[in-house]
Every structure is written in C-alpha cells, then in structure tokens.
C-alpha cells in the first residue's frame, strides 16, 4: 500500500526548460510535504518543503506547488541545469506524529 | 558537525550471517529513522525512534531485523539471518522535531548478501 506516489520512474529535459516532477498521496492525514534529491552514493538532501496552509512555495529555481483536493504536488524547476541529474523523492508527513513516507522516486536527466 | 554518519559503507556478506549496521545521528536531534532503499519499492521507513525510544517498527520486514538506540549518539540495525533479498542500500537519517522538518540523511551502507 503505497501512501505516497511517484507514477514517472525518469524524466529527460533539455537544459534550460522546465521540469516538473510529479507526487500524489492517498492519507489525507498528511499536511507537510517535502521534496528530496539525491545524487549517487549519496544520502537523500532537504530540497523543499510545503505546508498544507499553502498551496504554492518557491525556492530560487525551484517551486513547489500542492493541490490538496487532488492530493497532488509537484516540483517545478526552471531553468533546468544538468546539475539537477538526479533522483528526486517526494515525501509526505503527518505531523501529528513523526513518520514521513517516501515515494520511489523519479530520475530526472537534464540533457546539456 | 560532520553530519549523520554510518559505517560500514558497504558490507557483503553470506547467506546466513549476522549483520550489524551502525549510525551516529547529528548531536542534538531527537528523530531517528533507519529507511532502506531498493529499485521496486523506494525509500522505506523502518523504524524511527524518538528520544532514544522505538516508537514505530511497523515497517521492518521480518523478526530477523532488529533495532537498538542505546543512547542519543549511536544506533544499530541488525539482521540475523541474513537473506540475499536484504540486498538494499540502508539509510540513518535524523531530525529534531517532529515530521514537519527536514531530516539530514547518512551516505548509506550498501549491503550484499550472496
């Protein structure tokens, strides 16, 4: 039972347009929600996060914007730049408690 | 700080054996959480304590996998036995507070069981 989705396995953008990587949840118990990117050989780091109060947060290149009647977010970053290669996990929070659960995570290829 | 750290960094060992997974958490935080990471299934929780106590294992697969946090500055995951299909990369990570911060995730310990 996965709480927390990330349907697109990989992403290809071509340097200098816009990637938009893609996260539905099913608890509606969730209320914070966080992006993650990791590189290879590397643990997962803190991109961006969202509070349920919100429905759009921006970070420089990167925004995150949350739907809570679909229970959709999604991650937009523009311009894209290869640096932004990586794996990005979406992950979402009930803060009541102290759990946050992953999604599988979506590959994202920016292409020079 | 040198971030949250854990060793060994890779780890292959037989069918069978014990295995010990170790990670020193950020001094000061209060959450930790052991998650392990596989190609169909994502990052998974395992287990998270908080204040040195299990508070959720709901998410370790078998009674073969155990977790101990004798103190706030050193964890372990344990399996015993081990199984080829406990192949995974195996993240610590640790936060203070609650869900709602950023937890500071460990390089990973990439283990093989042949």
């Known amino acids: 039972d996965q709480q927390v989705k990330q349907n697109s396995p990989s992403l290809s953008v071509q340097e200098g347009r816009i990637s938009i990587l893609n996260c539905d949840y099913t608890?509606?118990?969730?209320?914070?929600f966080l992006w993650y990117k990791k590189y290879p050989a590397e643990g997962p780091t803190f991109l961006i996060s969202?509070?349920?109060?919100?429905d759009k947060n921006e970070d420089g290149r990167f925004t995150v914007f949350l739907n809570k009647s679909a229970k959709h977010l999604s991650l937009h970053i523009v311009p894209s730049q290869p640096g932004d290669s990586a794996v990005y996990f979406c992950?979402?929070?009930?803060?009541?408690?102290?759990?946050?659960?992953f999604g599988a995570g979506t590959r994202l290829f920016v292409k020079a | 700080d040198a971030g949250v750290i854990q060793s060994p960094r890779h780890e292959v060992t037989e069918m069978g054996q014990e295995v010990t997974l170790r990670c020193k958490p950020i001094?000061?935080?209060?959450?930790l959480f052991w998650y392990r990471q596989t190609m169909m299934r994502g990052l998974e929780l395992l287990i998270y304590?908080?204040?040195?106590?299990?508070?959720?294992d709901s998410g370790m697969p078998e009674d073969r996998f155990s977790a101990k946090m004798p103190n706030a500055s050193f964890s372990t995951l344990k399996i015993q036995p081990s199984e080829p299909r406990d192949s995974a990369v195996y993240f610590c990570?640790?936060?203070?507070?609650?869900?709602?911060?950023?937890?500071?995730f460990g390089q990973g310990t990439r283990l093989t069981v042949v």
């Open positions: 608890n509606s118990m969730f209320d914070y």
């Open positions: 990570a640790s936060s203070f507070g609650a869900a709602n911060t950023e937890a500071f």
């Open positions: 304590f908080n204040n040195n106590v299990p508070i959720d």
């Open positions: 992950a979402a929070a009930d803060t009541g408690g102290f759990k946050t659960i």
């Open positions: 001094s000061g935080h209060n959450s």
């Open positions: 969202i509070s349920s109060i919100k």
